[in-house]
C-alpha cells in the first residue's frame, strides 16, 4: 500500500511538471495595452476593447495571449491621472471625486466591457497594482512625526480602505520601508488596516461583477518588501504576476522572483539590446544577448518577462526590429508595447504586410506561435562572431517545426554562416526566411532559401541591421 501511494504521487508529479512544461502553458505573447499620456476623455477601454479582436488573430489566428491594463483605481488627478497616484481602489470609474467620475481610461462599465471582449476571445487581462504608495488623502496630525500628514481618507466616496496614519511609514511600528516614491504617503503593511485590505481589494479586482482581472503587474517592488507581493499573490490564487523591479542586475531579479514566485521585467536584456541596437555602427557586443549576467532570459526563461518598450522607458530609437526580432524568437515571455504596434508603424515593419512577406512585429508573432508552438527551446547554433549570431528553436511536429533565427547588426554587410542543428524537423527540408528586415538602404529583401541536409547543415545568412527567421518551405 505504501509503495501504491508512492508510485500515485510520483505520477502526479510527473503529470504537473508534463503540465507546466508543456507549449500551452508557456506558450504566449502579451501586450502593453497603454502608455504614457494616453489620450484622455474617458474613452481608452473602449480603445483597447476595439482592438481585441485584431490582437488575438494577428495572422492566420496567432496572436496575443494576454493584455496588460493600465491601474484602474480613481487617483488624486481625477481624469487626468495615469492611476499611479491611486486615492479610492474602489473607484473604478462610477463616483464623482477628485474632479471626475471616470478616470482617465473610462467608465467602471467600460472596463468591465473591455475585460469581457479580451477575454471572450481567450485573453488573460493584468491589471497594474500599485502597492507602494496612496494619494490623495486629506491633512491630519500624526502622532508619530509630530505634524500633519496626508494620510487621512475617511472621505473617499467608496466607503473602502479608509485609512489613516497608522497605515503608513512612519508610524508605531516601523520606521521606513525598501523606497518612498515621488513624496507620496508611503504604505505600512505590518500595521494599519492595508495588509488585509489590499488584500479583499485585489479579489474585488477578481471578480467579473467588478472589474474580471486575472494576473498582475506589480509597479514599483523596490518600494515594497517581497514577502508583501508573495502575501498578495497567496490571497489571490497566486495567479501569474510580473514585478517591475528596475535593476539589470540578474542575481537581484532571480532573488526576488525566488522570494515572491513571481515573474519579473527583464531590465537586463532591455539595457542589452539598447546599447547594442542604438550603436548604428555595428559596436555593440551581440552574444551578450545569450551572457546570463545581462540577460534574465537566457538566466531563467521561465521567470523572465522581455520587452523592447514601455510606458517609462522607450530608449531604443535605432533599428527597434532587431530588438522585437530577438525577444519574439527568443526564450521568455515577450511583451510588446502599444505605441510600437499601433503608432511607430512596426506591426508590419514598414513593409508590405502580408504573412508572405512581413517583416515587422505580427509577422515575427506568427514564427513564434505557429514554428515554435509559442514556447521556443532554444539552441545556440553562433555566438563567437561579435556582429552576428544564430540560434534555433527545436521544433514540436511537422506543422510547427522551429525556426533558426539570424540576427545581424553589422552597419553595411550581410552576414552569414554554416551551422549544425539538431532540430530534426528541419533536416532534409529546403528553409525559407518566413520574417526579414533590415532598415539600410535597399537591403531589405528577402534572403536567398537555403537547404538543410540529412546531418543538419545549412547556410543561413541575414540583411545588415536586420534579421532573418528560417523554417521549412511551404508551412
Known amino acids: 500500500m505504501r509503495v501504491s501511494r508512492k508510485v500515485s504521487r510520483i505520477v502526479v508529479l510527473l503529470v504537473l511538471i508534463s503540465m507546466l512544461c508543456s507549449p500551452s502553458v508557456l506558450a504566449g505573447v502579451m501586450m502593453q495595452g497603454f502608455y504614457w499620456d494616453v489620450p484622455g476623455g474617458g474613452n481608452w477601454y473602449n480603445t ?11 495572422v492566420d489566428g496567432y496572436g496575443i495571449d494576454r493584455i496588460w491594463f493600465p491601474p484602474p483605481s480613481k487617483g488624486q488627478s481625477g481624469g487626468y491621472s495615469m492611476g499611479y497616484d491611486p486615492a479610492d481602489y474602489y473607484d473604478l470609474g462610477q463616483y464623482n471625486q477628485y474632479g471626475s467620475t471616470e478616470t482617465r481610461f473610462g467608465s467602471q462599465a467600460e472596463l468591465k466591457s473591455a475585460i469581457a471582449q479580451f477575454k471572450s476571445y481567450g485573453i488573460s487581462c493584468m491589471a497594474d497594482i500599485v502597492l507602494n504608495h496612496r494619494s490623495g488623502g486629506a491633512s491630519e496630525y500624526n502622532p508619530r512625526t509630530g505634524s500633519n500628514t496626508w494620510t487621512d481618507f475617511s472621505g473617499v466616496k467608496s466607503g473602502k480602505c479608509t ?15 525598501p523606497g518612498s516614491f515621488g513624496g507620496f504617503p508611503d504604505i505600512c503593511y505590518r500595521a494599519g488596516s ?3 485590505d489590499m488584500k479583499d481589494w485585489m479579489n474585488w479586482l477578481k471578480s467579473s461583477s467588478n472589474a474580471g482581472f486575472d494576473s498582475w503587474r506589480f509597479d514599483y517592488v523596490k518600494g515594497i518588501e517581497s514577502w508583501v507581493v508573495k502575501d498578495m499573490r497567496a490571497a489571490t490564487g497566486n495567479p501569474f504576476s510580473v514585478g517591475e523591479l528596475w535593476d539589470s542586475n540578474t542575481n537581484l531579479l532571480a532573488d526576488w522572483c525566488n522570494a515572491t514566485g513571481a515573474s519579473a521585467f527583464d531590465f537586463a536584456l532591455y539595457y542589452t539590446l ?5 550603436n548604428p555602427n555595428g559596436g555593440g557586443y551581440l552574444p551578450n544577448v545569450f551572457d546570463h ?5 537566457a538566466r531563467w526563461p521561465m521567470r523572465a518577462v522581455t520587452f523592447v518598450a514601455n510606458h517609462d522607458t522607450d530608449e531604443i530609437y535605432r533599428d527597434k526590429m532587431m530588438a522585437y526580432a530577438f525577444i519574439l524568437t527568443y526564450q521568455g515571455y515577450p511583451c510588446i508595447f502599444w505605441k510600437d504596434y ?15 512577406w512581413g517583416n515587422g512585429i505580427r509577422q515575427l508573432v506568427w514564427c513564434r506561435e505557429k514554428l515554435a508552438n509559442g514556447s521556443p527551446n532554444i539552441e545556440i547554433l553562433k555566438s563567437d562572431d561579435g ?3 544564430i540560434y534555433g528553436s527545436y521544433g514540436y511536429s ?10 545581424n547588426d553589422h552597419p553595411s554587410e550581410w552576414k552569414g554562416y554554416w551551422v549544425k542543428t539538431n532540430n530534426s524537423y528541419l533536416k532534409n527540408k529546403m528553409l525559407k526566411a518566413y520574417a526579414f528586415s533590415s532598415t539600410v538602404h535597399n537591403q531589405n529583401v528577402q534572403p536567398q532559401n537555403k537547404y538543410c541536409d540529412a546531418n543538419g547543415n545549412v547556410e543561413v545568412w541575414a540583411p545588415p541591421r536586420g534579421y532573418a527567421v528560417y523554417s521549412v518551405d511551404g508551412l
Not at 476595439?50 to 488573430?57: D, F, G, T, V
Not at 539598447?274 to 542604438?278: A, K, L, Q
Not at 499601433?342 to 508572405?356: E, M, P, S, V, W
Request: hydrophobic fraction near 30%; include cysteine; aromatic fraction near 16%.
Open 342 to 356: 499601433f503608432d511607430y508603424g512596426l506591426k508590419d515593419g514598414g513593409g508590405a504586410g502580408t504573412r508572405q
Open 163 to 177: 485609512w489613516h496614519w497608522d497605515s503608513f511609514h512612519p508610524n508605531s511600528y516601523c520606521g521606513g520601508d
Open 293 to 297: 549576467s545581462k540577460s534574465f532570459a
Open 194 to 196: 492595508a495588509y488585509n
Open 274 to 278: 539598447r546599447d547594442i541596437c542604438n
Open 48 to 58: 483597447m476593447k476595439s482592438k481585441a479582436y485584431e490582437l488575438r488573430y494577428m
Open 398 to 407: 511537422s506543422s510547427a517545426p522551429g525556426y533558426i533565427v539570424v540576427i
Open 387 to 389: 556582429d552576428c549570431i
